[in-house]
């Protein structure tokens, strides 16, 4: 060997570590098993997490939403472990089904490999993905969905405790004074004000609304009559809360005015039939006991395959 040959040796030999640790050769921040996790693959996802946050949000979100990424990304790899050990397959097409599916949210197919492009992926990138999503779902079914059960019993008890919950929202009789803010601001303030001072006097608040009011309803004193809670604006709902049936709000400001609300009535819908709501109260007591079981299904397999994390 030349001189000039060991040089080059000995350069290269001297590259190497930091080629290794230059990150050529990945990260790995979690084992799972046998499973790793690299930090390429945390920070993949959460790039792709932040991009749909508003640029505001962004700002310190990094770390906290990387944390989530890689307790994700654990609970990922102890199915994919699970599959392996049920022998749990995936043939091609359910995996070319699934790409079939992504494809039709796009115009064209160029439009769909224009935008896998843009994720930095190929199509058997993506396909691994898809094959690794339909291994979690056939374990998710197969160890845990498939086992809970929801009984007449249970759907009863989940009426009865929560029936008033279940009810369609009260409905509220109400009469306003609206001024809307298309006046100068001061001009505004000293309406309000007379308002107030008259109302405190104890004027009538019908005869108020048809001098002051600018709504549609001017004309019948400001009277709305009864509607669900649930339309009126936040401001006003809240507003609502301190006060009794027969009194009138402080002024309440909202983007199009500023009103003073009189609460007219109330009225409680009766809770509906237990018929009526068998199906919904199955899908709230299956979802609370779905979660329930993938919780202990998940700390289970952390003991069971030994989970490592090298943050």
Request: proline share 5%; hydrophobic share 35%; aromatic share 8%.
């Amino acid at each position: 060997m030349s001189k000039k040959d060991r040089l080059i040796k000995v350069f290269l030999f001297s590259l190497f570590p930091a080629i290794i640790y230059g990150g050529i050769v990945d990260k790995i921040v979690a084992k799972v098993g046998d499973e790793v996790i690299l930090l390429s693959e945390v920070e993949e996802r959460t790039s792709r997490l932040l991009a749909v946050l508003p640029s505001e949000e962004r700002m310190g979100k990094k770390e906290e939403i990387m944390k989530r990424v890689l307790e994700d990304l654990v609970e990922e790899k102890l199915f994919i472990l699970e599959a392996k050990k049920l022998k749990v397959e995936v043939e091609d097409d359910e995996v070319d089904a699934e790409i079939e599916k992504i494809k039709r949210k796009y115009p064209s197919e160029t439009a769909f490999y224009s935008a896998l492009e843009k994720e930095g992926k190929n199509l058997a990138q993506l396909k691994e993905e898809i094959k690794e999503g339909l291994l979690v779902k056939k374990v998710l079914y197969t160890q845990i969905l498939s086992k809970i059960k929801v009984s007449e019993e249970e759907i009863k008890n989940f009426y009865e405790e929560y029936k008033k919950d279940l009810s369609p929202p009260p409905q509220v009789c109400i009469s306003q004074i609206w001024i809307k803010l298309n006046h100068p601001e001061d001009e505004i303030k000293e309406i309000i004000e007379e308002i107030k001072s008259r109302l405190k006097k104890g004027e009538d608040f019908y005869s108020l609304a048809r001098q002051y009011s600018e709504g549609p309803f001017r004309e019948k004193g400001g009277r709305i009559g009864y509607l669900p809670e649930t339309q009126l604006l936040p401001e006003i709902r809240i507003a609502l809360r301190s006060v009794k049936v027969g009194e009138i709000t402080p002024p309440v400001r909202s983007n199009d005015g500023i009103r003073f609300i009189k609460l007219e009535g109330i009225k409680y819908p009766p809770p509906p039939p237990l018929e009526e709501v068998r199906e919904k109260i199955k899908r709230i007591i299956f979802k609370r006991k779905t979660q329930e079981a993938i919780n202990e299904w998940i700390e289970r397999k952390k003991k069971e395959y030994g989970v490592e994390i090298r943050w």
